[in-house]
């Protein structure tokens, strides 16, 4: 439980995350992983690759699942909560104690999450979208944490959120990859894009939900 957490760094975190995700919807958070951690969650990252278990990430879901490489062009590669290794099973206790966190102070009653590995090649985009299906309204906030070792802005493959203004306006927020970096916002709310890239562009991405998690694996 976060109440037990010793490290007090990580704790401010959390209430960063809460709040502005209370103020704003939104939330960056710096250094939210360590170096050695990122570094460690790509030797996994690059061990799913070698066994060929990345695909070819898709736009909808079920029925409703299509692969359009000009909208879209990342790879992913789920993460099953009950084989992850060392480096990903770090990453998932902190993002449950993210959650017990934020209903805690937020009140949203989440209950379950999902994450993946993401891979953008050079050249590749994700356009404009929501996360939230129409289908499925479950997903109820997004989070990205960012795996870019030595990125510079010259990189480009800024995450870009358009933030709903009370004038009926956007206000665009471009947020740089870098490594340890956490973004999150409302699925439900804040449309978003990921913007070309001139490198590899990794993270992990997911959902945290308003139910249990029963995934895919599209």
């Keep these: 439980m976060f109440d037990e957490l010793e490290d007090e760094k990580l704790l ?4 960063q995350i809460a709040d502005r995700l209370s103020e704003k919807g939104y939330a960056i958070v710096d250094n939210f ?29 079920a029925d409703q699942f299509t692969v359009d490489k000009e909208v879209r062009g990342d790879f992913i590669r789920w993460i099953e909560p009950s084989e992850a290794l060392p480096p990903t099973q770090v990453f998932l206790d902190r993002m449950d104690e993210v959650m017990r966190y934020i209903n805690r102070t937020c009140f ?13 090649p050079p050249g590749t985009v994700y356009k404009r979208h ?3 299906f129409k289908e499925n309204d479950h997903r109820r906030l997004s989070f990205i944490c960012y795996l870019n070792e030595d990125w510079k802005p010259e990189h480009g493959g800024n995450l870009r959120l358009y933030l709903p203004q009370a ?10 990859p870098i490594a340890g970096r956490l973004a999150c916002f409302r699925a439900d709310l804040i449309p978003h894009e990921v913007l070309v890239a001139t ?20």
């Design 130 to 132: 929501i996360d939230q």
């Design 33 to 61: 992983l360590e170096a050695e951690e990122v570094h460690n969650l790509l030797d996994v990252l690059s061990h799913h690759q070698e066994q060929g278990t990345f695909k070819k990430a898709g736009i909808g879901s």
């Design 12 to 15: 401010q975190k959390f209430e």
């Design 199 to 218: 490198r590899h562009r990794y993270s992990l991405t997911g959902w945290m939900l308003d139910q249990l998690n029963e995934l895919t694996f599209l």
């Design 108 to 120: 949203l009653g989440l209950k379950d999450y999902e994450f993946h590995f993401t891979v953008y």
């Design 167 to 176: 004038n009926g306006t956007e206000e665009e927020i471009d947020i740089l």
